[in-house]
């Protein structure tokens, strides 16, 4: 099993830009959520999904949009980059809600 | 929503001592309570998680306690090692399905 992968490893952008990060997991969990982790402010949830059709808003939603089409896959779009959002993002999964959730290896953003 | 506070910030000990780390969460409503552990340019990684309804676990080195009625929760680390030094967060979920995470503390173990 490869895990959960992320792509692109590192992104460099303009503001306005707008552009997707993608995110796989081959596990067949049901549970997926993206994290944006600033120095000095932890990881902070930006959306989850509880199964393929179902996504909500986590702690700091604006400028990004989320699908689940499928179990496998739950990519993260922003819509119009902007220096704030200049940051590591990570995506996680696990089976189900409160169970162990495995990271992928991060994504890299950079919004000039 | 939920506020998990982590301290201290920074923790450095020498080999061979024990370190501890402390969380508190602002809704009791929350039950599930994982610990992970971040090396430099790495993805964090899951060491040790409790329940609500168990006060106490361990895992060979690392231990963590739950203390429900204070909602604060603790990361024990004995005969600490230099491979221990990370970043360790703590983690706290509630009915919301939702996780949130504390800021972070930064082990250095000197050898």
């Known amino acids: 099993n490869a895990g959960v992968t992320q792509t692109p490893k590192f992104q460099v952008l303009k503001t306005g830009q707008s552009m997707t990060l993608q995110c796989a997991q081959d596990?067949?969990?049901?549970?997926m959520s993206w994290y944006r982790q600033d120095p000095g402010m932890g990881l902070r949830l930006i959306h989850y999904s509880v199964g393929a059709g179902i996504t909500d808003q986590g702690e700091v939603p604006n400028g990004y949009n989320v699908s689940r089409s499928t179990t496998e896959d739950f990519p993260l779009r922003l819509l119009s980059a902007a220096p704030s959002q200049t940051s590591v993002y990570f995506c996680?999964?696990?089976?189900?809600?409160?169970?162990?959730?495995?990271f992928g290896p991060g994504t890299r953003l950079l919004v000039l | 929503g939920e506020n998990v506070e982590q301290h201290p910030s920074t923790l450095s000990v020498q080999e061979g001592d024990s370190a501890v780390i402390k969380c508190t969460y602002s809704?009791?409503?929350?039950?599930?309570f994982p610990w992970y552990k971040q090396e430099l340019g790495k993805r964090p990684q899951l060491i040790i998680d409790i329940r609500s309804n168990v006060g106490e676990k361990k895992d060979q080195r690392i231990a963590v306690t739950l203390n429900k009625t204070a909602k604060h929760f603790s990361l024990h680390i004995t005969e600490t090692q230099p491979e221990d030094s990370a970043v360790y967060f703590c983690?706290?979920?509630?009915?919301?399905?939702?996780?949130?995470f504390g800021t972070g503390t930064s082990l250095t173990v000197i050898p």
């Open positions: 983690a706290a979920s509630n009915t919301g399905n939702q996780f949130y």
């Open positions: 596990m067949n969990h049901e549970y």
């Open positions: 996680a999964s696990s089976p189900y809600l409160r169970e162990t959730q495995y």
């Open positions: 809704d009791s409503a929350s039950n599930y």
